[in-house]
């Protein structure tokens, strides 16, 4: 058991500049600073893959059995494939089936329809196409019916369900079938929507044990910073809401005072965030391999496919790949969702630590099963869905990230706020069409970063 760690329409025939750049990254001939001058910033450029430190690329190395050049080029071709997917995303509408990135370079992008008439316009992205039955619309809503019956019902014996965008269904993990035939029965979930696979290892929580870089609650258990934040002029860090509950005290590594819990859910959402006093100071950084700082620059969500790193003071850096979004799991203590699950390993002391793929932040420490020598899975809570729930911005290099309260998705494009693939903003007179969830910073503003933002 898993543990806590703690309408064919017109979408166009003509290939954008970004769709040429794909095919080229897909080539392997892409790279963050080849695009022309006065041309619009590529997505690899935009997401600040060169931003990469070298610790996470010797990771990336080592876990995915890559060399320096191929962990360059998959950055790169994961930044351009989740543009090009947001793209399609948006112009299949309810057509769309999810999207993918395969190969040691992330060098192949599917996005799968429900309709063959897509076939041409998707391919004409430089993407390969999947016609398959369900819509990615209708499976997550299977997923939700999933989650509202499990709230009834004790999933120990079923506790991981998700959608499987590759598979085109519903997954239910059990470690009893007819426990998970009981939960699609409870939500009324057809079974040619559904497929359900056996699991050995019940899900737990890494709850106080240090990840990245180690604090302490009530002076009594340990758990990790996950990414540090601010929320106007305060200053603080986002962790796994298992780690403490509001008006908790925490200390750092050091044992000197920190700060105190301002907001943390669990179970349901696992998510939490410290406001800190004036003794500790939010920088853009994550703690790497040898102590190097590793720089965040956004929130970019990376697709299904792409690769991810995680930083533990007890197991150190280690990567992956995103195995699943919107996934549900349940510990002991109830069910989380959604969660991400992923291939990289952890143990005990990686609780609410960070998750980032290139330079962009992903998420914190949730929990998962097995270990860094025979191998496991995690699952991390999205940093998106954290901040936007606690008002909370990332702090990222060369971005101003204080002093101002994040906005509402919708209306006018504001600094702060985090987007989801689909939300319409003003800018300019104009209106844009958010392609990938990530937090707006300065500098991101939607005709500048064409990767992010669709004129619509």
């Known amino acids: 058991m898993p543990h806590r760690h703690r309408h064919h329409r017109a979408v166009g025939a003509a290939v954008t500049a970004t769709a040429a750049l794909l095919v080229a990254g897909l080539s392997g001939s892409a790279s963050a600073g080849a695009a022309p001058a006065d041309s619009a910033p590529t997505a690899a450029e935009t997401l600040r893959t060169d931003a990469a430190p070298p610790a996470l690329l010797k990771a990336m190395q080592r876990d995915l059995g890559l060399d320096r050049r191929q962990a360059e080029r998959r950055l790169v071709n994961e930044a351009e494939a989740g543009a090009t997917a947001g793209r399609l995303r948006a112009a299949l509408g309810s057509d769309f089936a ?18 063959a008439g897509d076939v041409a316009a998707i391919e004409a992205r430089g993407a390969q196409a999947k016609v398959v039955r369900h819509s990615l619309a209708g499976l997550d809503a299977a997923k939700a019916r999933l989650d509202e019956a499990a709230a009834g019902l004790n999933t120990a014996d079923a506790p991981v369900w998700y959608v499987d965008t590759r598979a085109n269904t519903v997954v239910v993990e059990a470690i009893r079938p007819a426990a998970a035939r009981s939960l699609l029965a409870a939500a009324g979930v057809d079974r040619s929507l559904a497929r359900v696979e056996s699991r050995t290892e019940r899900p737990r929580t890494f709850y106080d044990l240090r990840g990245g870089e180690a604090y302490y609650i009530d002076n009594s ?147 998962g099963s097995g270990d860094c020598r025979s191998g496991g899975e995690t699952f991390f809570q999205p940093i998106n869905a954290l901040l936007q729930n606690f008002g909370l911005t990332l702090k990222t290099t060369g971005g101003d990230d204080g002093g101002e309260e994040p906005g509402e998705p919708g209306g006018t494009w504001a600094a702060g706020t985090v987007y989801q693939p689909g939300d319409t903003v003003t800018y300019g007179g104009a209106t844009y069409r958010c392609l990938q969830g990530h937090q707006a910073y300065a500098g991101w503003e939607p005709p500048n970063v064409p990767a992010l933002w669709q004129r619509v």
């Open 221 to 367: 258990s340990r758990c990790s910073i996950g990414f540090p934040v601010t929320k106007g002029t305060q200053q603080g860090f986002a962790t796994a809401g298992h780690c403490g509950r509001a008006g908790s005290s925490t200390t750092g590594a050091n044992r000197v005072a920190q700060g105190t819990f301002q907001g943390s859910i669990f179970p349901g959402r696992d998510m939490a965030w410290v406001a800190t006093n004036s003794s500790w100071t939010a920088t853009p950084y994550v703690l790497g391999a040898g102590g190097q700082n590793v720089q965040v620059a956004g929130s970019t969500a990376a697709p299904v496919g792409a690769s991810v790193c995680r930083s533990g003071s007890t197991t150190g850096w280690h990567c992956g790949t995103i195995t699943q979004l919107n996934t549900s799991v349940t510990y002991q203590e109830g069910t989380i969702s959604p969660v991400t699950r992923t291939t990289v390993c952890a143990e005990p002391g990686d609780s609410g630590g960070s998750y980032i793929s290139g330079s962009q932040a992903q998420g914190v420490t949730s929990g």
């Open 98 to 115: 999810g999207a993918w990135v395969d190969g040691a370079e992330s060098g192949t992008l599917t996005v799968a329809t429900t309709d």
